[in-house]
């Protein structure tokens, strides 16, 4: 009776690993000059931002988790051409800055990027990645308003990367 016990635990246990690597992952990250200040008697600047999705799926193409974060790289160059930011320089992602991105005063509900994106993580598990795409946007910005209660920023790149890191997903 023990061994019977036994081996069914095993099976059972056999069986959530299974089902756990029937999950797949995918990432991408994509990058949009978001902004060119082109030199000419005064310095100039570039500002890249990367927006990174990873997405879990269970085998059915729901998403059981999802991180979103970007990392806006601004660089600043004479109007002779020389780069002047320094080599070497760090660049912090949106969700490592945390309050340091300092958008909660502008803000409509008072929330700091980290926060409104957890909001859009969150309202995303659950959902399929199509359920997730077509919900609605005005200018970028969602309309839903179960997601607008913590979620107010422009969302479209988000969604993109979202879409292709379903598409990548193994």
């Not at 601004?74 to 070497?88: D, I, S």
């Not at 309202?123 to 795409?133: D, F, H, M, S």
């Amino acid at each position: 009776m023990k061994k019977i016990v036994a081996l069914l635990l095993v099976l059972v246990l056999c069986m959530g690993i299974t089902s756990a690597m029937a999950d797949k992952l995918g990432t991408y990250i994509s990058t949009v000059v978001s902004k060119a200040n082109p030199a000419g008697e005064k310095d100039g600047a570039y500002q890249a931002d990367a927006t990174m999705c990873a997405v879990v799926l269970d085998d059915n193409g729901i998403i059981k988790s999802v991180k979103f974060d970007v990392v806006q790289v601004k660089l600043g160059f004479t109007a002779a051409g020389a780069v002047t930011t320094e080599a070497g320089t760090v660049i912090a992602s949106k969700e490592e800055l945390k309050d340091g991105y300092n958008m909660r005063k502008a803000s409509p509900i008072q929330k700091e990027w980290f926060e409104q994106a957890a909001h859009l993580e969150q309202w995303c598990v659950g959902k399929t990645v199509a359920e997730v795409l077509s919900t609605p946007l005005e200018g970028g910005k969602p309309t839903d308003a179960d997601l607008v209660t913590g979620c107010t920023v422009t969302v479209t790149d988000y969604l993109a990367a979202l879409a292709k890191a379903a598409e990548l997903a193994k």
